[in-house]
Structures are given as C-alpha cells and as structure tokens.
C-alpha cells in the first residue's frame, strides 16, 4: 500500500489559529532509546484563513516515505487545535 495524499476537514473560521493533522509513523518499543528514534511526519494538513460556518478540506499531496510497512512502523493521526477551528474529520487516500 501506498499513501497518496492526506487531509483535514475542518470549520476554520479563525484568522490567527489553525487546526493542524500530522501522519505519523512510529515505531515504539519499551526501552525504546532515544524516544524519537523511529518517529517521522509524513504529512500535514492544516487550515488557513478564517471563513465562517463552511466545512472545507485542506490537503497534502506530498507525503514523504508513502510506502506503509506495517510490519516495521505504527501509523497514526494526531490533531492539534489551539484556537476556534473546528477540526471535523481527517482523510488518508492510498492505492495499492
């Protein structure tokens, strides 16, 4: 499988915040030295500008090291909103 883009859904009616999605890949262990060892973005969607109450879908097409092997990594979605954005969903596209 191969990870073709990535995107967030959200309400961002807030010029001066953004709500941001990262995939993730991490490979974690106990005892796992350093802690970031295996730790990488492969994407980032965030939102700009402020337009009230409309849903809209920010994109990055450029993922970096899209191949998955599930067998070595963990991938996951983290979300982060520190102002009024509404982040609603977030969308991996892959083929095969």
């Known amino acids: 499988m191969k990870v073709t883009a990535f ?3 959200a309400n961002d009616n807030d010029g001066d915040q953004d709500a ?3 995939l993730l890949r ?3 262990l106990d ?3 350093p802690a ?3 730790y990488r973005v492969l994407a980032e969607a965030h939102g700009s500008d402020a337009v009230n ?3 809209r879908k920010f994109t990055d097409d450029t993922v970096s090291a899209p191949k998955v092997n599930n067998a070595k990594f963990g991938y996951y ?3 982060v909103d520190c102002g009024l954005p509404e ?7 892959y083929s095969g």
Do not use: R
């Open 7 to 9: 995107g967030l859904f």
């Open 20 to 22: 941001h999605a990262f």
């Open 26 to 28: 991490k490979k974690l």
């Open 31 to 33: 005892g796992l030295t």
């Open 36 to 38: 970031t060892n295996g």
């Open 53 to 55: 109450a409309t849903m």
């Open 77 to 79: 979605v983290e979300v």
């Open 87 to 93: 982040p609603y969903a977030v969308q991996v596209a």
